[in-house]
């Protein structure tokens, strides 16, 4: 096998399907075989596949250039795009570095946060808080703030973690009461600490890769409050929550809590090209500068602000605008809450719903064993991790299409019965 696949002992059969075509919510795995896809290509095809708008987005860009550096240069869709973002995203977050993937995104924000208190002449504050069950990329920094042994434990002995708190109890809903000593630790471990900790990283409201565990919005807010009074900027992961996964344009809108520094990847450019965006205060972009040029920012991936990316990002945007796409997702919430949200089984942990998201946890992954190529065999792509199995679909799927994703995995579970 010459191609090597991610997350996988390529020792191992394993049946892999191969994608001839894909067109709106379906894949096409041959000309006769179709399968809706749950799972939006790793969260990111949020309108689906071969869309003819983004289509056209890049073949007009193509035309014109598909790529310049941005060292020296720059260029309309790159400074577009930066003027959307800082339009949409919270308020206060007014500037934006692009760079290539949601990990090296990551990188860019626990760069920053660093660089932010060294050109402040402060070298202490170098370590990062996070939460268990963290998941925030590949890269080595974005794993020593991540937790899920399942990606790093092969680099265990290397990495140098920081900080971790648990994930706040209690779900999207929690009351205050129940929420209260999560804050609690949180200040006390800021009290503590705050001297040497350079920022707060996490996935606001939704951690995806850890499991889909969700936690309050006022969470965030308690978060918000506490990292200001520490001196501890604060970091939002929103690669897999942000473009409406959520229910809201980014899961900071649920607070209303704006970050210092704020990671957008995955849905960023509609599932078609790798790019992310990490975006900053004023504050935090002031800090960088001065007459010294080692004051600068001292990162710049080749591709950053690449033109296709850009075209086709603000062409998504667009689109997520023009047609009303919350409405769309709080329709598949509802859906979701309805169909998904009712299954109850011996196997299943818990069902959680938010937005487009919807999890079936199980006790045991042995529930799960097999539920690819069941899913494929009943007109289902479904790829399930650990205990869970999830749907994530695009936004544009139709009301019998999502219902068809949700009867796949309510069937499966019949077969223990
Ligand atoms: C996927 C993901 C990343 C990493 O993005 P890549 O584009 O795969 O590098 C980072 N953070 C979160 C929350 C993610 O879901």
């Known amino acids: ?11 191992n059969k394993t049946t892999r399907f191969s994608v001839v075509k894909a067109e709106g919510v379906y894949l096409y795995l041959s000309e006769h075989k179709k399968v809706i896809d749950g799972v939006s290509s790793w969260w990111a095809a949020i309108h689906g596949y071969n ?6 987005a890049l073949q007009e860009q193509a035309a014109n250039f598909s790529h310049v550096m941005l060292g020296g240069l720059e260029h309309q869709p790159a400074q577009e795009l ?6 949409i995203t919270p308020s206060g977050l007014n500037h934006v570095f692009f760079s290539d993937s949601g990990s090296v995104g990551v990188e860019v924000a626990l760069k920053m946060a660093i660089q932010f208190w060294r050109n402040q002449g402060n070298l202490a504050k170098t370590n990062f808080l996070s939460l268990r069950h963290a998941y925030h990329g590949d890269t080595f920094k974005a794993m020593e703030v991540g937790d899920d042994s399942d990606f790093q434990q092969a680099f265990g002995h290397v ?12 779900g999207f809903h929690a009351a205050a009461a129940a929420l209260q000593p999560d804050i609690d630790k949180l200040e006390n471990l800021l009290q503590t600490n705050h001297h040497t900790i350079a920022a707060f990283i996490l996935e606001p409201l939704v951690q995806c ?16 409050e506490l990292c200001t009074k520490y001196n501890v900027l604060l970091i939002f992961d929103e690669v897999a929550t ?9 899961a900071a809108d649920h607070a209303g809590v704006t970050p210092d520094i704020m990671i957008l990847g995955k849905a960023l450019t509609a599932g078609y090209l790798g790019h992310a965006a990490t975006l900053t205060t004023t504050r935090v972009f002031e800090g960088f500068l001065g007459a010294d040029y080692d004051k600068a920012f001292m990162h710049g991936p080749t591709f950053m602000g690449n033109a296709l990316a850009c075209a086709v990002a603000l062409k998504s945007i667009e689109l997520f605008e023009q047609e009303d796409y919350p409405e769309k997702v709080s329709r598949i919430e509802a859906t979701l809450q309805e169909h998904l949200g009712t299954i109850r089984h011996g196997s299943i942990r818990e069902v959680r719903v938010l937005g487009a998201i919807g999890v079936v946890e199980v006790t045991d992954a042995k529930y799960l064993e097999g539920f690819t190529d069941y899913a494929v065999q009943h007109g289902a792509w479904l790829r399930p991790f650990g205990n869970y199995v999830y749907l994530m679909p695009p936004y544009i799927i139709q009301e019998e299409e999502l219902k068809q994703l949700i009867l796949v995995i309510s069937n499966w579970f019949t077969k223990f019965n």
């Open 1 to 11: 096998m010459k191609l090597w696949f991610p997350y996988s002992q390529m020792a």
């Open 159 to 170: 990495l140098q973690k920081g900080y971790f708190l648990e994930t706040p109890a209690g």
């Open 209 to 224: 890769a850890g499991g889909f565990r969700m936690y309050s919005p006022l969470y965030l807010q308690a978060a918000k």
């Open 242 to 250: 942000g473009f409406g996964r959520t229910g809201k344009r980014f």
């Open 82 to 87: 930066a003027t959307k973002l800082v339009e």
């Open 51 to 56: 869309h003819p708008a983004l289509n056209q």
